[in-house]
């Protein structure tokens, strides 16, 4: 279990969605849509990356809320009458985690399928959980994103960074990462991602604690 209260996860998405939101500004980004479960985590964290970007770039965004397994073709819907420059992915939370990687599959095929314009990004959670991986066994998703630039946030535990990488997508579903962007983590963020994220360490913590 996390040692974290429930307080401190929402805390911890604030200061994640605040990287998140500085690096997609990063990427030249000036309208963007987040796609989130509804859950309170994933709100968390959408509200945050939403205030962050706005700030960052001076771009819009919309939040558009998900029900897995009920309203993902309307949402979709709503993506293609807002015609964004990226759609953000930003699948995860207290939601059981096969409940969500489902619904984030239906919502990239209905997303290829409506042609929804832009770039996609994807959130680490569903990204660890091999949802994208799930995703592009579906040859009509592998073409819709081939076609447009693809990201992921990732957190390398070993150096207490936030990277933005590009995914090159092979024909058969295949993909590599190529790192664009990296953000330091804060001491007070490497705690909080230690005690949530069991059985992982996070060097700059430790290598800050030594330095005191």
Not at 21 to 43: E, Q, T
Not at 115 to 143: M, N, T
Not at 144 to 151: A, D, G, I, N
Not at 153 to 177: A, C, M, R
């Amino acid at each position: 279990m996390p040692l974290t209260t429930f307080e401190e996860e929402i805390y911890l998405r604030a200061l994640t969605g605040r990287l998140v939101g500085k690096a997609i500004a990063g990427l030249g980004v000036n309208k963007l849509a987040v796609v989130a479960p509804k859950n309170i985590i994933c709100s968390s964290i959408a509200a945050a990356t939403e205030a962050t970007f706005i700030e960052v770039s001076g771009g819009v965004t919309r939040h558009f809320m998900v029900e897995p397994d009920v309203n993902e073709e309307e949402v979709v819907g709503r993506l293609v009458e807002f015609a964004p420059q990226a759609t953000l992915l930003q699948f995860g939370g207290e939601t059981p985690i096969e409940v969500v990687k489902r619904s984030f599959v239906k919502t990239l095929k209905v997303m290829a399928d409506r042609k929804v314009p832009g770039d996609v990004v994807v959130h680490v959670r569903i990204f660890a959980a091999k949802g994208l991986d799930e995703a592009l066994k579906y040859e009509e998703v592998r073409s819709y994103l081939k076609e447009r630039s693809v990201c992921v946030y990732t957190v390398g535990f070993d150096e207490g960074k936030i990277y933005v990488n590009k995914v090159i997508i092979g024909d058969d579903g295949s993909y590599t990462l190529e790192k664009l962007m990296e953000y330091q983590v804060t001491l007070e963020h490497a705690d909080l991602l230690n005690r949530s994220i069991r059985d992982r360490r996070i060097t700059f913590q430790e290598a800050q604690v030594a330095q005191q």
